[in-house]
């Protein structure tokens, strides 16, 4: 153990000591932090230029009163209520005649979308009025819907926005229709807000029932989606270098020498325990300062104090798999070019449940969500993401789940020790997978 730990801190001290560890330290978090600043920086600075949108109504009878929709709709959202300041930009509908030749009249309004004279141009079929038929194909349904044409990007949100106003505007005509005043169609059409609650509770000590409070967006995406996204960051920093070290250390014939007074375990083992150190003083330093942030931004309930440990627990066990796995693919490459080739499969176990973040968090206590959450590899990530969430989850579910990982982790680590034994004094080429598999149940 002696021997161990005194390479696990030989490995530790120099890699902490070095530019890159302290420059990565300080760069990680402002590069992860600067998107979320960029963000937030765009939304104090919204682009508020008026966008004219030309409406072709095919209906006769609808771009009128879309266009006092869409008039009413600016006047609602256009300034803050708060500060009084434009945030969001004016839609300006204007109209254009209908014309016999459809591809003619496309391509002489697509020309003046092209040279910036319009944001887009809308055409609203001749039945849009009375859309009833889903089923229809073709002509039929065409002529039934609105067709929205921009060169805007596809993450614009002004489609929803001009839809709001061209469905406001065919509800309005359909009431008209039907003999109803216009004075009506305010109130007729008025919506109701319907604002996220979180749920209530007892206090176990007073036995008082809490007060509802109002649930946002970030508490639902932002805070579990960053929480993950960290425990991702931080562990492939700290397990991603271990491979091409040990095939350089191997190259160089650094092991030769230390086996003469250390076993092929204890130095697996001591580079481990060092990459595990190593990550956890990130880790700690990442923790404490986002936690510095919550408290300065009065959102520490977002991220409950239960979470911190199940984050140093699930950091500790992907981290044990990564560094095992690193350990043993690296001493089976001859040379560190090798062991880059190879860096896919050490980044799986991570990359590969992030793939699946949107599913997890769309039905987080579903069964899909809670088998791939149970999958060892991938129960790090998930688990964690599923316990940040505001639904929650079963109490016995982490426990298991980390069962789970940490024999995964235990087996994993004895598979690369005994594959760490061979492949570090073979020279000259690099294992095969079959290689790898043999030396894994042979020894």
Known sequence: MRRVLLIAKRDYLTSIRSRAFI?????????????????????????IKDRRVAIVDRTGAAAELVIEAAREKNAKELFDKTTGKQQAPRYLFERAEPASDVNAERLALSDRVRGGELFAFVEIGPEAMHPADDTAIGENAAARRAAYFTNASGLDASREWIADAINDGLRRARLAQLGVDRSHFRDLLRTVTVERMGLIA???????????HKRGEIEGFAVPFTVVTLLMMIVLVGAS?????????????????LLGVATPFELMIGKVLA??????????????????????????????????FWFFVYLLAELLILCALAAALGAACSSPQDAQNLGFLLVSPVLVPYFFLMPVLSQPNGAFATALSLFPPFTPLLMLLRQTLPGGIPVWQPWAGLVGALAFALAMTWAASRIFRVGILLQGKTAKAADLVRWAVRG
């Open 275 to 308: 990459a595990m150190a190593r990550s956890l003083t990130s880790s700690v330093f990442y923790v404490i300062g986002g936690t510095f942030v919550l408290v300065g931004l009065s959102l520490t309930a977002l991220v409950p104090l239960s979470v911190h």
């Open 23 to 47: 420059i990565g330290l300080i760069v990680a978090p402002i590069l992860f932090g600067g998107g979320f600043l960029g963000m937030a920086l765009l939304r104090a600075r919204p682009d």
């Open 241 to 257: 270098p271990m491979l091409p070290a040990v095939a350089e250390d191997k190259t160089q014939r650094v092991f030769e020498m």
């Open 202 to 212: 007892r206090d176990p000590k007073t036995g008082e029932i809490g007060a509802a």
